[in-house]
């Protein structure tokens, strides 16, 4: 959005009769949503699919997707009046769209393995890193805070026979090319918002969490966040440079999957995390909340979106002597607690 009175959102109408689609763009004007017609160039028998927008202004917006089939890159611009069709040499279907803040002609956009930028001569295709034979890459989201500092996620598909794996994806643009990290553990990234050089948030899965990453300007890091069940983040905004909103879903008791929005700082949950000289010891809390966990391999634990309030925390092991401490957990801050197991 442009403004509180001026928010697009777009995706497609799926007619699951005929197995079509159709782009599907929506307004926001500070009271009510809206419909807004827009192309479909991919035929009314085939495919047309917007997945993301930037909006620049209230009279430059773009949205990106796929149309036809096989499906071709779809980029759409809003001059203030109507949805036009734009040209481009993308070559594959697009997953997100990032403008660049304060300039109104550098625009990336990603999928598959493929990054593309606007600029003065339109859309082209700006070489990337690309995977390896019995690899596949799948960049789902990008974000930059200026023309040398862009960010792109998504994930591996790293060829397994029957059964391939994923594992996490992050590239990084610095003005001449864009370099690789595949370090990071995990499955999918899905959603990545750039706020400075050193601050960067990315979101998804482990495969059975949501997990969240963050840049401070020199490597990449875990950060706990609340886990209602089985599932991952999708997306995560910022409003401002403190205020960080995550979405997405995950599974509750029944195995039906719910809405799941996460704010932080938060103003009501507070975080504890830590390590102990034992892999796998069991911590478990009483207070305001009870529950336990394990640790890593490393030892180390993270417990998110604690009530805030005071706890009474016990590492324990088989066959050991267990630790124990008084924790004070603060809204919208982590506390760091060590504990040491005598076995």
């Known amino acids: ?23 599907l763009t929506e307004h926001w004007d500070g009271t009510a949503w809206r419909l807004v017609p827009s192309p479909n160039p991919g035929g009314d028998s085939l495919p047309n699919r917007l997945y993301s927008v930037a909006a620049v202004s209230s009279t430059t917006v773009w949205a990106v997707g796929e ?6 890159p779809l980029t759409l611009r809003w001059n203030g009046s109507a949805w036009q069709v734009v040209p481009n040499a993308c070559k594959v279907p697009l997953q997100s769209v990032t403008a660049i803040p304060g300039l109104t002609v550098d625009l990336w956009a990603v ?12 859309w082209s295709v700006v070489p990337s890193p690309q995977p390896p034979p019995g ?11 200026s023309p040398k500092d862009v960010w792109a996620v998504g994930y591996r598909v790293i060829d ?12 990084h643009w610095d003005g001449r090319q864009w370099s690789l990290n595949v370090s990071l553990p995990g499955q999918s990234l899905y959603g990545v918002k750039a706020i400075a050089p050193n601050d960067a948030w990315a979101v998804g899965t482990d495969g059975a969490r949501q997990i969240i990453y963050h840049w401070d300007g020199s490597s990449w890091s875990a950060v706990p ?5 089985a599932g ?5 905004e910022a409003s401002g440079s403190a205020d960080l909103w995550a979405v997405g879903w995950f599974a509750d008791r029944d195995f039906r999957q719910r809405t799941l929005v996460e704010q932080a700082p938060s103003r009501t949950q507070g975080n504890v995390t830590g390590h102990t000289n034992v892999s796998g010891a069991l911590i478990t809390w009483f207070g305001p909340e009870s529950g336990s966990t394990e640790t890593n391999d490393l030892g180390d634990y993270a417990v998110a979106g ?20 008084e924790v004070t957990v603060v809204a919208g801050e982590t506390t760091v607690q060590d504990f040491h197991i005598e076995c």
């Open 1 to 23: 959005g442009v403004s509180s009175r001026d928010v697009w959102a777009v995706g497609y109408a799926e007619d699951f009769g005929s197995f079509k689609s159709t782009t």
């Open 67 to 72: 149309a036809g089939f096989p499906g071709k």
């Open 111 to 122: 999928g598959s393995a493929t990054t593309c930028r606007y600029g003065a001569v339109g």
């Open 135 to 145: 690899e596949a890459y799948q960049l789902q989201d990008v974000s930059g805070t």
């Open 160 to 171: 397994g026979g029957e059964h391939p794996e994923f594992a996490p994806l992050i590239e």
């Open 225 to 229: 966040t609340p886990s209602p069940g």
């Open 232 to 236: 991952r983040l999708e997306e995560i």
């Open 306 to 325: 604690l009530p805030a309030g005071t706890y009474d925390f016990i590492a324990s092991a088989d066959g050991c002597l267990p630790d124990s401490a």
